[in-house]
């Protein structure tokens, strides 16, 4: 079974500066899925960067970015230019590679972030 | 464009009750998912609807969850009877359906928090 593993419960960044959230998985798929969703206070979850595992070059958007390191499995999020509206949850979720069948999601415990003026 | 959304957004309700959630996906999604996330523990998986029909329902806890999505649009999530572990935040999403392989996005709904006394 696949599980994925979030280090840092909480963290907090100062507004404009930079901050990498950390995450590790296990897996024995040789192919698969990884994401970074935010939940903001306002509860509603939102997708902010996804990776295949199958290719090397690391997503990017905007001022998300990832570290993917398929040998190490770990897959950390870094978030340039801290903004206030950062603040959030922040699950990273890995997705098997399968059909359009089964494509549920396994969910790390989350960090917690938050922005500081 | 509406996204997912969820009623109630809050439930609290007595051990031995019934609740029945509700989840509507975005117009023409095909597939609808429900996920939980007990006591600030990990989002898991609860089961995966195609249209009307049940695709995978490995994650559901016990035999105390009904799920339904009758003409394959709105879904509901029915809890009887309720205990105490089932407190929690119950999350929807849903996504198109791909014919072939390949992973399409989940968009989330805000959740609906369930509290059992």
């Known amino acids: 079974a696949q599980t994925v593993t979030q280090s840092q419960p909480e963290m907090s960044v100062q507004e404009a500066e930079t901050v990498t959230l950390s995450c590790t998985y296990d897996?024995?798929?040789?192919?698969?899925?990884l994401f970074w969703y935010k939940q903001p206070p306002s509860r509603q979850m939102i997708l902010v960067i996804r990776?295949?595992?199958?290719?090397?070059q690391n997503a990017t958007e905007n001022r998300f970015s990832v570290n993917f390191q398929k040998a190490a499995k770990s897959f950390s999020l870094k978030i340039s230019d801290s903004q206030l509206g950062d603040t959030a949850m922040y699950f990273c979720?890995?997705?098997?590679?399968?059909?359009?069948?089964?494509?549920?999601?396994?969910f790390g415990p989350g960090t917690r972030l938050s922005v500081l003026p | 464009e509406a996204g997912v959304t969820q009623f109630p957004s809050h439930s609290v309700i007595e051990k031995g009750q019934t609740v029945t959630l509700r989840c509507d996906p975005i117009?023409?999604?095909?597939?609808l998912y429900w996920y939980r996330r007990v006591m600030g523990k990990e989002i898991k998986f609860l089961l995966h609807?195609?249209?009307?029909?049940?695709?995978?329902e490995s994650g559901m806890p016990n035999n105390r969850f009904l799920a339904e999505r009758t003409g394959g649009t709105y879904s509901t999530l029915k809890v009887q009877p309720a205990e105490l572990e089932d407190s929690g935040v119950y999350f929807c999403?849903?996504?198109?359906?791909?014919?072939?392989?390949?992973?399409?996005?989940?968009?989330f709904g805000p959740g609906t928090r369930l509290t059992v006394l």
């Open positions: 897996t024995s798929e040789s192919n698969y899925y």
């Open positions: 990776q295949e595992a199958y290719k090397q």
């Open positions: 999403a849903s996504s198109h359906f791909y014919g072939g392989i390949g992973i399409d996005t989940q968009y």
């Open positions: 979720a890995f997705m098997k590679h399968v059909n359009n069948y089964g494509q549920n999601f396994v």
């Open positions: 117009s023409g999604h095909d597939n």
């Open positions: 609807f195609v249209k009307e029909s049940k695709q995978d």
